[in-house]
């Protein structure tokens, strides 16, 4: 009777501090999506500073994170080419809820071809190549959301 007492005593205190350990963990990631919105609403605020500039100007002030992937938007009135893009800072193969995303506006629009064709050649990744592709597009509006 002892030795089944003690036994859910255990099992009672356990889960007891199992529970606690992961509510901390669930509050740090909570703390890191608050952190990069917040760093990459500054780029948004100051975004005079950057239109009007190349998209390598941006990227060289982005000290603390810096885009994984790229995602193309077609024009809805021509969809040979792409007028916005949007950045995400998070792996493409590790979904994160209410991530954040900067959407960068063109000054001049990119073909829809060669965009199309660099998103599927680097899986939809922000590689070297797709820096030297968009790092010398002038930057037209920046909006940063969750």
């Known amino acids: 009777m002892k030795f089944k007492f003690l036994l859910f005593i255990c099992v009672v205190l356990g889960v ?3 529970a606690q350990n992961k509510m901390s963990l669930k509050k740090a990631q909570d703390v890191n999506v608050l ?21 390598s100007y941006l990227l060289g002030k982005m000290t603390k994170i810096q885009p994984q992937t790229v995602w193309i938007i077609p024009n809805s009135l021509d969809s040979t080419i792409v007028q916005k893009s949007l950045f995400r800072f998070y792996d493409m193969n590790y979904p994160i809820m209410n991530e954040t995303k900067m959407m960068i506006t063109w000054e001049i629009a990119l073909p829809y071809k060669t965009a199309s064709f660099n998103n599927r050649r680097n899986k939809f990744y922000f590689s070297e190549s797709e820096k030297r592709f968009y790092g010398n597009r002038i930057v037209k509006n920046i909006l940063v959301y969750r």
Not at 40 to 54: C, I, P, S, W
């Open 16 to 18: 007891n501090f199992n």
């Open 35 to 55: 952190d990069t919105l917040n760093y990459l609403k500054t780029f948004e605020a100051h975004k005079k500073e950057y239109v009007g500039k190349q998209f």
